[in-house]
């Protein structure tokens, strides 16, 4: 089973960048896919990028052109560069994987497509 730790938040101003890790621990990174959602305070976790192990990737359209998710199997690491950063991308951050992808080479955007979550981090933007 694979197990996520995520970090890389902070406290940045409106139009800086970061980078968030997620480190995964566990036999079947490699063949998992992953995502990154966020939450913000009262409304639902919504996608904002994945990609599967074989390295195709999806965004949501509030960050097309701004984020940029990667992997690297090798270190079982991905990451989420976030470039531009909007107050509205203030939020706690989730790294999710998909652990039984039974050789598919897929990504989901669906919250309950991921069965294995990180503890999140917190992004704040301040404007």
């Known amino acids: 089973q694979v197990q996520l730790v995520e970090s890389g938040g902070g406290l940045v101003q409106a139009g800086g960048s970061l980078r968030l890790s997620c480190v995964a621990s566990?036999?079947?990174?490699?063949?998992?896919?992953m995502g990154w959602f966020r939450q913000a305070p009262g409304k639902e976790r919504e996608v904002v990028a994945a990609?599967?192990?074989?390295?195709?990737?999806t965004y949501a359209d509030s960050v097309k052109g701004r984020f940029t998710i990667s992997r690297d199997n090798n270190k079982d690491t991905v990451w989420l560069q976030m470039n531009s950063l909007k107050p509205e991308d203030t939020a706690v951050y989730y790294c999710?994987?998909?652990?039984?992808?039974?050789?598919?080479?897929?990504?989901?955007?669906?919250?309950?497509?991921?069965?294995?979550w990180g503890q999140g981090t917190q992004v704040t933007v301040s404007s």
């Open positions: 566990g036999p079947t990174f490699r063949k998992s896919a």
């Open positions: 990609i599967s192990w074989g390295g195709g990737t």
């Open positions: 999710a994987a998909i652990s039984r992808c039974n050789g598919r080479d897929y990504y989901s955007t669906s919250v309950n497509g991921y069965d294995v």
